[in-house]
């Protein structure tokens, strides 16, 4: 028996499905991970794997890091969490401000669940309006108003988990991402509407970028409705540009929440906004925001260091290149294979759709081929390459992905659809 299938049996008998979150079980059983270097990651059983999940997107600069290694040294000797302000948390704070362009003030959080929630309750006490809008696929945390699905024939959200309210989810509306008309149409309808809160980048259903004028249009829009425009830019902040995607398409929103790179492999999170915004925000204003760990020292420190390395040697460039050299031959390999599909990208993130030759929603997203997805991940790791395991999550690439690692994956990519060629 596997190590890892051992430790699987012992963790299933003590916690929910053996796994602390969701996206982390597969059949027969998820692989426990013994440690993490660079691009590669090594099982409880010794073997060895070139990342391609990268933690969800945290590691852009790849496991272990020297310099945010090196940071995080230093800060753990001066002590672990304060419970009050430090250096190292104002650090962060000001060089979020420097980068991204919404960021007149910045609040530090625990997780990107928290960061949206935050953000939403803030847009609420700001506008006195009670409801909110997202997009079909958008996923913004594991927290009641962020857990619905759109209503059959309508906006009108209903729940997507147990627990969550009827009468919570009633107020969540979901219109479909890039359909700029659907979103100004139900503003229109509705006068009660707080903020939509979306993926300036879709992240949740695979990568799907905005179609060209798309967040131009959604910006107009919901400054002719006086609603708040929250970007959740959990994955995107700090990895598809140094300001985000925001900075990346040139549209401003009213408010980000960002978490994954900003903590550099610790749990973190923040949301900023404009300065008449934020400070409604408790203890300046009315709207309460508290959280023990945020602004955690150790998070910050290392969130800093790591994005000190991506903002250095022209590494976003060199990143977005190299990503794009693996999309290539993904996109090459299946159409010489006759293998139906599409690779979305941008920037350094990618994701395969098996089935529909375009995909630009959430709807086309849940159209995909599941079983060959499901044969590709199992085909790519027995050939040493470690894929999110699930046909709806991004692929990551690092500045750790170096020559010799693009090349296995290149390869292992062409061997995948030589096999299911014809």
Same mark, same amino acid.
């Given at each position: 028996?596997?190590?890892?299938?051992?430790?699987?049996?012992?963790?299933?008998?003590?916690?929910?499905?053996?796994?602390?979150?969701?996206?982390?079980?597969?059949?027969?059983?998820?692989?426990?991970?013994?440690?993490?270097?660079?691009?590669?990651?090594?099982?409880?059983?010794?073997?060895?794997?070139?990342?391609?999940?990268?933690?969800?997107?945290?590691?852009?600069?790849?496991?272990?890091?020297?310099?945010?290694?090196?940071?995080?040294?230093?800060?753990?000797?001066?002590?672990?969490?304060?419970?009050?302000?430090?250096?190292?948390?104002?650090?962060?704070?000001?060089?979020?401000?420097?980068?991204?362009?919404?960021?007149?003030?910045?609040?530090?959080?625990?997780?990107?669940?928290?960061?949206?929630?935050?953000?939403?309750?803030?847009?609420?006490?700001?506008?006195?309006?009670?409801?909110?809008?997202?997009?079909?696929?958008?996923?913004?945390?594991?927290?009641?108003?962020?857990?619905?699905?759109?209503?059959?024939?309508?906006?009108?959200?209903?729940?997507?988990?147990?627990?969550?309210?009827?009468?919570?989810?009633?107020?969540?509306?979901?219109?479909?991402?890039?359909? @700029?008309? #659907?979103?100004?149409?139900?503003? =229109?309808?509705?006068?009660? !509407? &707080?903020?939509?809160?979306?993926?300036? %980048?879709? +992240?949740?259903?695979?990568?799907?970028?905005?179609?060209?004028?798309?967040?131009?249009?959604?910006?107009?829009?919901?400054?002719?409705?006086?609603?708040?425009?929250?970007?959740?830019?959990?994955?995107?902040?700090?990895?598809?540009?140094?300001?985000?995607?925001?900075?990346?398409?040139?549209?401003?929103?009213?408010?980000?929440?960002?978490?994954?790179?900003?903590?550099?492999?610790?749990? @973190?999170? #923040?949301?900023?906004?404009?300065? =008449?915004?934020?400070?409604? !925000? &408790?203890?300046?204003?009315?709207?309460? %925001?508290? +959280?023990?760990?945020?602004?955690?020292?150790?998070?910050?420190?290392?969130?800093?260091?790591?994005?000190?390395?991506?903002?250095?040697?022209?590494?976003?460039?060199?990143?977005?290149?190299?990503?794009?050299?693996?999309?290539?031959?993904?996109?090459?390999?299946?159409?010489?294979?006759?293998?139906?599909?599409?690779?979305?990208?941008?920037?350094?993130?990618?994701?395969?759709?098996?089935?529909?030759?375009?995909?630009?929603?959430?709807?086309?997203?849940?159209?995909?081929?599941?079983?060959?997805?499901?044969?590709?991940?199992?085909?790519?790791?027995?050939?040493?390459?470690?894929?999110?395991?699930?046909?709806?999550?991004?692929?990551?690439?690092?500045?750790?992905?170096?020559?010799?690692?693009?090349?296995?994956?290149?390869?292992?990519?062409?061997?995948?659809?030589?096999?299911?060629?014809?």
């Amino acid at each position: 028996m596997d190590r890892s299938e051992k430790l699987y049996g012992e963790s299933h008998r003590v916690t929910p499905g053996g796994v602390s979150s969701p996206v982390r079980a597969f059949k027969p059983y998820p692989l426990f991970i013994e440690s993490g270097n660079g691009c590669r990651m090594r099982d409880a059983d010794g073997r060895e794997y070139i990342d391609l999940c990268m933690a969800y997107g945290p590691l852009i600069t790849g496991h272990a890091h020297p310099k945010v290694m090196e940071a995080v040294r230093g800060q753990l000797e001066k002590g672990t969490v304060y419970g009050a302000p430090s250096e190292p948390e104002l650090a962060l704070i000001e060089r979020i401000h420097r980068e991204v362009p919404c960021a007149d003030m910045v609040r530090l959080a625990c997780s990107g669940t928290e960061a949206t929630m935050h953000a939403i309750r803030v847009a609420r006490g700001v506008t006195g309006r009670d409801n909110i809008v997202k997009m079909k696929g958008g996923f913004h945390g594991a927290h009641d108003a962020a857990l619905v699905n759109a209503g059959s024939g309508s906006a009108e959200g209903v729940p997507s988990s147990r627990g969550v309210l009827a009468d919570t989810a009633k107020h969540t509306h979901v219109v479909e991402y890039n359909d @700029a008309q #659907a979103m100004a149409d139900l503003l =229109e309808r509705d006068r009660d !509407i &707080a903020c939509v809160i979306m993926e300036p %980048v879709l +992240g949740n259903v695979g990568v799907i970028p905005p179609q060209k004028g798309y967040l131009e249009e959604v910006r107009r829009i919901t400054e002719e409705n006086d609603v708040v425009l929250i970007f959740d830019e959990v994955i995107t902040g700090f990895r598809v540009s140094s300001g985000g995607a925001q900075k990346r398409y040139g549209v401003t929103p009213d408010m980000t929440t960002m978490a994954k790179i900003v903590g550099g492999g610790f749990p @973190a999170g #923040a949301f900023m906004g404009r300065r =008449e915004i934020m400070e409604n !925000i &408790a203890p300046e204003g009315p709207v309460y %925001v508290a +959280g023990t760990f945020a602004g955690n020292p150790i998070s910050a420190t290392a969130g800093l260091a790591q994005i000190d390395v991506m903002c250095s040697d022209d590494n976003y460039a060199k990143l977005e290149r190299t990503t794009q050299s693996v999309v290539s031959t993904i996109r090459d390999s299946m159409q010489d294979a006759g293998v139906r599909g599409c690779v979305n990208s941008v920037a350094s993130m990618f994701a395969v759709f098996f089935g529909p030759e375009e995909v630009t929603n959430g709807t086309q997203a849940e159209t995909v081929d599941r079983a060959m997805f499901d044969r590709m991940f199992r085909y790519m790791l027995a050939h040493g390459v470690y894929l999110p395991p699930s046909a709806l999550e991004d692929d990551f690439m690092s500045v750790a992905h170096d020559e010799e690692a693009v090349a296995q994956l290149e390869e292992a990519f062409k061997g995948f659809f030589s096999e299911v060629k014809g």
